[in-house]
């Protein structure tokens, strides 16, 4: 049987209404994970005024330190069109004018990110900012993200900046507070090292390039340039440390310097007039296997090797390195990457010439921990006690960013590839040797969101997330106490409940765990507890999945293996019938049925996902990025594409495409406006610009809901749920900021259509022995009134008036809605 829309086809003739869509106004919370979640690879203290802090991480933004030792985020603003934002790669805090904050973005130099970078300039310490573009790339999110900081103001004469670039784009100068920038010509040496050369994505075999600069202070005077700087670079095997003494006219290497490894900080230490600097023979922020601690006497131009341990102690690099502006000589440095048996904090109080560490071996595999711990804001982080056992990095790891805060020597601050930790007794090391730890991220939500559920029982929430995995979230202003766990995956790629047995999950690992490489793993008490599925494939992991409406067939579309099908967690078989990349979802209702799209084809299953028939078509669709079921009707179906967003009523043999809409990705449906009503439909999409939008009556009218403040970054890389029990409460999960939550705030305005109207669309059935045609027709309740202008007129389930003012006439917008509008 084949069946053709024709008006999807483009067969009606099209009358536009309203081009405008009016906002509702929404608040927008964070969904608290509580911990961070990814890399913070740099953390700054302004030196002027006390208790204020920044700190950046690679794909989620920038933070400003609160009084209660919680953050707020700075760039949640960044939208669809300025995502890579969110690549922090430098940071700069003024210290004459704590007023002025500036931030060098930009996610990839590489082809993934086509944009270049900016520097972003804000005058009011963080709340705007101004854009500076610059005529090349900035790689927030590229090897050695986390050697710095690349970009540095002058001390003496704060209009003053420098920036430190990738891709032998060299040293760039400002002499206007950031609003413009010029090359440093007289500075040639733009760094050698590349991490990967022969990776074609361009991701590892681009140039580190230069990695730090540092002012000294000392050797000028306040209101003139100061004339002595220091700037590394990512070289190795040669000069890596240059040195001006004339502001930038000239440069010189600094004579006997070590050249083995990569120079990852250069932090000064103004009293002694000494430069201290920590070495990595990787760029990092994941390797490193040897390194060494230099300190640079300026005065008398003296290099001595302070690195802390040696022999087979020294297995890894050093990234963050703190000194204590209070208690001069008092410096730390961090191993950059000991993934085993723990990371690793040194503290010495005399310069660098005697060491002390946050632990020691006890009686193997026991370790003497100088510290106590704490994960309350991040329990999840846990176990919330000091573990002595070798293996559990408690401590943290890919740790470069390492402060203490210039006016208070007990407070201290360090970035590790999961959240910031920090202590507020930290001068007990030198006494009693014992500190506390305690996790302190209390608003820093850096994750990456790949799937989000939000089932119509149990839990409010449920999340597949990158690098940790994922959470149940009961509570969503309360950080969850753990991830998912048996099995545990580092990274989820997407999770799915069972319409009819919402307590019934299925989760997709990338990744393996210690017993096996299988990664699909089943929940029957909504996340609670988890069963991994041992009919999965060894070894094949990622994608999207989807569970049948009783919960007892997984249909998974993976990463590099095709689509696969199992009932009853028996061996997982190829679907040949669906191709490899398409979207995939379940019929919330019938166990039976499943759906698939690729391409411009939809695709219908009825035997439980082994085959699929081909069904309707999506207009001019090449990638289909959802489909979303109404999860009380089997058969109503939509499919966000690349060319707009569709709708079936009838399984996918016919769809509508909505006007208006001229591209969708993330979409979710969840409760009516009125019981009994169709539910809210919700979108990121282009309708008459991206956004993130809702509508209340199948994609006739819609509103705006996000806002100036809210962008949520990339709206192709995001992910969506809407919740079946809160009317207009969405949930966004982003690549990088977490999850948002969003409630609607007083009255929806009249929203405004985008449709494109037609006369009643004539649906053209044909089969191998009969065409029949058939009129579609809305039915509707006799008239009880006179209806206002663009009120709604008709529908299914429509009780109000179906008559007209004067001057408008009931036109049919889809079977749900009818509309008045002019004559």
Request: contains cysteine; negative net charge.
């Amino acid at each position: 049987m084949f069946k053709l829309n024709l008006l999807a086809a483009g067969f009606a003739a099209a009358i536009p209404l309203v081009s405008a869509v009016a906002s509702q106004s929404y608040k927008w919370n964070s969904v608290k994970i509580g911990g961070g979640g990814g890399f913070v690879p740099g953390i700054v203290f302004n030196t002027k005024q006390k208790g204020l802090a920044f700190a950046r991480t690679d794909i989620g933004g920038a933070y400003k330190l609160n009084v209660d030792d919680t953050w707020t985020p700075l760039l949640d603003f960044a939208d669809n069109n300025r995502w890579n934002y969110w690549g922090v790669d430098g940071l700069a805090t003024d210290p004459v004018d704590p007023t002025r904050l500036y931030l060098a973005t930009g996610m990839y130099t590489n082809s993934w990110d086509p944009n270049n970078g900016n520097i972003l300039v804000s005058t009011d310490a963080g709340k705007t900012f101004t854009p500076s573009p610059l005529p090349f790339k900035v790689g927030g999110n590229m090897p050695g993200r986390g050697m710095g900081e690349r970009l540095a103001i002058d001390p003496n004469s704060n209009g003053i900046l420098f920036f430190g670039a990738r891709s032998g784009q060299g040293l760039w100068k400002s002499t206007n507070f950031g609003q413009t920038w010029t090359k440093v010509t007289s500075f040639t040496n733009t760094g050698t090292y590349i991490p990967d050369p022969s990776d074609s994505s361009g991701y590892n075999s681009d140039k580190v390039g230069v990695a730090w600069v540092t002012f000294d202070s000392t050797s000028g005077t306040s209101g003139k340039a100061t004339p002595r700087i220091f700037v590394g670079v990512a070289n190795k095997g040669s000069n890596n440390i240059f040195v001006t003494n004339d502001g930038g006219n000239t440069w010189s290497a600094v004579p006997g310097q070590n050249s083995t490894s990569l120079p990852h900080k250069g932090v000064l230490s103004p009293v002694e007039k000494a430069l201290y600097i920590s070495y990595s023979d990787g760029a990092g922020p994941y390797d490193g296997t040897s390194g060494a601690v230099y300190k640079y006497n300026i005065a008398n131009s003296t290099w001595t090797n302070i690195t802390p341990v040696s022999g087979s102690d020294l297995y890894f690099g050093f990234g963050g390195v703190a000194v204590d502006l209070q208690k001069p000589g008092t410096i730390m440095v961090a191993a950059l990457n000991s993934w085993w048996p723990d990371g690793q904090i040194f503290r010495s109080t005399n310069g660098g010439a005697s060491w002390s560490p946050l632990w020691d071996w006890a009686n193997y595999p026991t370790l003497n921990k100088y510290y106590s711990y704490s994960d309350s804001l991040a329990p999840w982080l846990g176990p919330n006690y000091v573990d002595t056992t070798a293996g559990d990095t408690q401590i943290g790891w890919m740790m470069e960013a390492l402060v203490i805060d210039p006016f208070d020597s007990d407070h201290m601050l360090y970035g590790t590839g999961a959240t910031i930790y920090g202590s507020r007794d930290l001068l007990k090391w030198d006494t009693v040797h014992n500190i506390t730890i305690k996790s302190m991220a209390d608003g820093v939500e850096e994750t990456s969101i790949q799937g989000l559920i939000s089932p119509p029982s149990g839990p409010q929430l449920l999340s597949a997330v990158g690098d940790i995995g994922g959470f149940v979230h009961k509570n969503l202003d309360v950080a969850p106490a753990s991830s998912y766990t048996n099995p545990t995956w580092a990274t989820a790629s997407d999770i799915d409940y069972a319409g009819n047995k919402p307590a019934t999950i299925v989760r997709i690992g990338t990744g393996t765990t210690s017993e096996t490489g299988k990664n699909v793993a089943i929940s029957s008490d909504s996340g609670a507890t988890w069963s991994q599925d041992y009919g999965a494939p060894e070894n094949v992991g990622g994608g999207k999945v989807a569970i049948s409406a009783d919960g007892d067939t997984v249909l998974w579309r993976t990463d590099g293996n095709g689509v696969m099908v199992s009932q009853y967690t028996n061996p997982f078989i190829a679907v040949s019938s669906l191709g490899a990349n398409a979207a995939i979802a379940s019929d919330k209702k019938n166990n039976s049925v499943f759906y698939g799209a690729d391409s411009n084809r939809f695709y219908l299953s009825t035997d439980g996902g082994k085959t699929f028939s081909a069904k309707g078509t999506l207009g001019s669709s090449t990638s289909p990025s959802k489909i979303v079921v109404n999860p009380s009707t089997t058969g109503d179906v939509w499919v966000s594409t690349d060319k707009g967003l569709f709708h079936s009523t009838d399984s996918g043999s016919t769809f509508t495409a909505i006007s208006g809409v001229s591209q969708a990705w993330a979409i979710a449906l969840g409760a009516p406006a009125k019981a009994g009503s169709y539910p809210a439909l919700f979108a990121a999409a282009n309708i008459g610009g991206i956004g993130y939008f809702r509508s209340d009556d199948v994609g006739v009218n819609w509103v705006t809901i996000n806002d100036g403040a809210h962008g949520f970054g990339s709206a192709s890389s995001n992910c969506m749920a809407a919740d079946p029990r809160v009317y207009g409460r969405v949930y966004i999960g982003t690549n990088g900021r977490g999850i948002f939550y969003g409630d609607a705030a007083g009255t929806a305005p009249p929203p405004t259509s985008t449709m494109t109207t037609a006369k009643p669309t004539t649906t053209i059935t044909s089969t191998s022995t009969s065409t029949s045609q058939t009129t579609t027709t809305t039915t509707s309740a006799p008239p009880t009134g006179v209806q206002t202008a663009y009120g709604q007129c008709g529908g299914i389930g429509w009780t109000g008036p179906t008559a007209c003012v004067s001057g408008y006439h009931c036109l049919v917008g889809n079977p749900y809605y009818s509309q008045c509008v002019p004559v």
